[in-house]
């Protein structure tokens, strides 16, 4: 099993702050203490760099096995540091089931990046500490390894949500709603001058008689299933 190096602590570290009394990053979140830790933490704990510094090479592991199971393409070691800062932050669960594993494991190293920016959400929020966290993460999971980095060591952003939206759905995309505005105006117009054809020719509504309401509709649901189908092989590629 893979683990991480000493830079993949340094980002958990940067960006879940050090907190030494527990308390609660944004409203409706959970109790929280040390570098971001959940488990068993009530209000009132209180807790010493040290102690945090010691606990959190405990707490990594189980993300560090749950990276290292997903991954059917084997990470370097940048890759690995970056998907496990995101697993730490989203859970075992929404990493198993996030693009960011998915266009990984297809060997889309871009769409993989990419992907990592879909988790900057919780309770329906944009957070910028999670924006930059997943740019940061992205960053890293691009930039090659030398080979000196590959030794594991186990040794602010503080306000930075425990509680992580899942990736959104395909119906809250702002390019899918664009898609299906465009779409629908494009059917809208299409009818439009089919109208206005006939109307200004005669002899095609005696042409084409019943037939002409049918291939109308026909038309619109074909576009309307190539904008799903290019939404759906945009979000593979870790597009919003």
């Known amino acids: 099993m893979m683990k991480l ?4 602590l340094a ?4 960006f879940e702050g050090f907190r030494g009394e527990a308390y ?3 409203p409706g979140d959970v109790p929280t203490i040390g570098y971001g830790f959940t488990r068993g933490v009530k209000m009132g704990d209180r807790m010493t760099r040290a102690q945090a510094d010691m606990r959190l090479t405990l707490e990594v592991t189980p993300y560090e096995a749950a990276v290292s199971a997903g991954c059917m393409e084997t990470p370097n070691q940048h890759e690995f540091d970056a ?3 995101l697993c730490y932050n989203i859970g075992q669960a929404g990493f198993a089931r996030s693009t960011v594993l998915k266009a990984h494991n297809r ?25 930059r966290r997943r740019a940061k993460e992205a ?6 390894v030398p080979d000196d980095v590959s030794d594991p060591a186990h ?10 939206d899942p990736e959104s759905r395909m119906t809250q995309s702002p390019i899918n709603r664009a898609g299906v505005v465009a779409g629908g105006t494009a059917a809208v117009a299409t009818v439009a001058e089919t109208a206005r054809t006939v109307a200004d020719v005669k002899y095609s509504v005696a042409s084409l008689g019943d037939w002409l309401v049918p291939i109308l509709l026909v038309l619109v649901v074909a576009l309307c299933g190539y904008i799903i189908w290019t939404r759906l092989r945009q979000r593979s590629e870790g597009w919003a």
Do not use: C
């Open 5 to 8: 190096s000493h830079q993949g």
């Open 139 to 144: 960053a890293l999971y691009l930039t090659p």
């Open 11 to 14: 980002l958990i570290k940067e």
């Open 107 to 131: 060997g889309d190293k871009q769409a993989a990046a990419r992907a990592f920016g879909l988790w900057n959400k919780s309770g329906g929020k944009v957070y910028a500490g999670l924006t």
């Open 24 to 26: 609660i990053p944004v």
């Open 83 to 85: 998907m496990t800062s």
């Open 155 to 164: 040794g602010a952003m503080p306000f930075t949500p425990q509680q992580v």
